[in-house]
């Protein structure tokens, strides 16, 4: 293989494992020592590619949330669907996995480390952002028309508090009604 594969390989393996550390063992928990054990590469290796802590975890949340936007994209090739409460299911569906719990304990310690907090808010404005485009484009929304914006905004804050609810429970039933209650709720909104 490579110079350049074999690069492109370990850090693919250390944002994996970095993100997997950080959902399982909470940001205390996981060291760059950690990662590149689980990784399976050496501690100097993990730091070649990411020099500091913060650089590792900034760049495992972030490498994590394009690869979700890409495979929610996938699940509707032809973009905006009549089908809102597919739409509604799937954008749910990124905060009740492994990313949103790994997102969640960085965020948990950025709110107590200054030296990651300006990192953390820019990454999860930029995630933000691009969540609400997505949102955006599958459900056909106008933003110009009165409401539609917060509308969607509503839905993907909505999505974020269910997503915090599973973390302690399986809160399957009850996040079941309420994606439909909200699909039904974009389709009057919607049109």
């Known amino acids: 293989m490579p110079k350049q594969d074999r690069s492109r390989a370990t850090r693919q393996r250390l944002l994996a494992a970095a993100v997997a550390c950080l959902a399982e063992r909470g940001w205390a928990g996981s060291t760059v020592s950690v990662v590149a054990e689980r990784a399976g590469v050496s501690r100097g290796a993990a730091q070649h590619h990411f020099p500091t802590r913060e650089d590792l975890f900034t760049a495992a949340v972030e490498y994590v949330a394009e690869e979700r936007s890409d495979a929610l994209r996938a699940l509707f090739p032809q ?52 969540s609400h485009r997505i949102a955006v484009e599958l459900l056909g929304a106008d933003e110009s028309a009165p409401g539609v914006r917060e509308t969607v905004q509503g839905l993907l804050d909505m999505a974020r508090g269910l997503g915090l609810a599973n973390l302690l429970t399986d809160d399957a039933g009850r996040r079941e009604r309420v994606v439909a209650q909200w699909a039904g709720l974009l389709d009057d909104t919607l049109g």
């Open 79 to 130: 973009g905006a669907t009549g089908d809102r409460r597919a739409v509604v299911t799937a954008l749910v569906g990124l905060y009740t996995g492994p990313l949103f719990r790994a997102a969640l304990h960085l965020w948990v310690a950025a709110s107590n480390e200054e030296q990651l907090r300006p990192r953390v808010t820019e990454l999860e404005a930029r995630v933000g952002r691009e």
